[in-house]
Each structure stands twice: as structure tokens, then as C-alpha cells.
Nanobody
Framework: QVQLVESGGGLVQPGGSLRLSCVASGFTFDWYHIGWFRQAPGKEREGVSCISNTGSNTYFSSFVKGRFAISKDSAMNTVYLQMNNLKPEDTGVYYC????????????????????WGQGTQVTVAS
């Protein structure tokens, strides 16, 4: 059974940092692209950052480029999202998503993943 479990969210002041983790199970980790999407109250879900199954391609949305970093640890079946210089507009529920290497797309300009989703972790940036 495919499972994605997010953790690391919380309340942080503007300018602060958080590191989100997505632990995957139930599938061959290195066969899947994995990404982070977020949904703010009253808004549609949007892509934040993604990493290809090999780790060679990464995607960052324009609103997080230069502030966020994504990485994967295949030994731990985990993808991390390091979020620095957080802004109030970064507030939302952050979801982990996974899609097979031959079904999803991750490159520097696009992230198209939509197969398996986690339950999300809340990130609130406020003073």
C-alpha cells in the first residue's frame, strides 16, 4: 500500500525556516518522482518544488526559487523540503505527491505529478 507521510510543519515567524519531510513506503522509492504542493485557504493547490526519481532534475516555483531547497535520501525513502526566509504568503497545507518516473514529469520548468498524495502538514508563517 502506497503511503506518503509528511511532517515538520508548524508555526514560524516571518524570515524563519522549517524543514518538511516526506517519508514514502509501499513502492520502489527510486522509481518515483516526488514533489511538494501547497494549498492556502481559499486558493487552489499549487506546485512548490519537485525532484525527479534520479534526483537529477528539480523544479521550483517562481515564488520559492532561491528560498527553498529540495533533496532526497534514498536510504531513508525520504524527500526533504528546506524552507528558508519564510513569508506569510507561504502559509498553507503542504502536501507530498509521488508519481512513477514514466508517468509524471519533473524538469526545471514544470512539475506534473498527481498519482499518490499524503495527508499534508500545516505551515503557518505569522508574527
Amino acid at each position: 500500500q502506497v503511503q506518503l507521510v509528511e511532517s515538520g510543519g508548524g508555526l514560524v515567524q516571518p524570515g524563519g525556516s522549517l524543514r518538511l519531510s516526506c517519508v514514502a513506503s509501499g513502492f520502489t522509492f527510486d522509481w518515483y518522482h516526488i514533489g511538494w504542493f501547497r494549498q492556502a485557504p481559499g486558493k487552489e493547490r499549487e506546485g512548490v518544488s519537485c525532484i525527479s526519481n534520479t534526483g537529477s532534475n528539480t523544479y521550483f516555483s517562481s515564488f520559492v526559487k532561491g528560498r527553498f531547497a529540495i533533496s532526497k535520501d534514498s536510504a531513508m525513502n525520504t524527500v526533504y523540503l528546506q524552507m528558508n526566509n519564510l513569508k506569510p504568503e507561504d502559509t498553507g497545507v503542504y502536501y507530498c505527491v509521488a508519481d512513477r518516473w514514466d508517468q509524471g514529469v519533473v524538469d526545471s520548468t514544470v512539475c506534473l505529478l498527481d498519482d499518490h498524495w499524503g495527508q499534508g502538514t500545516q505551515v503557518t508563517v505569522a508574527s
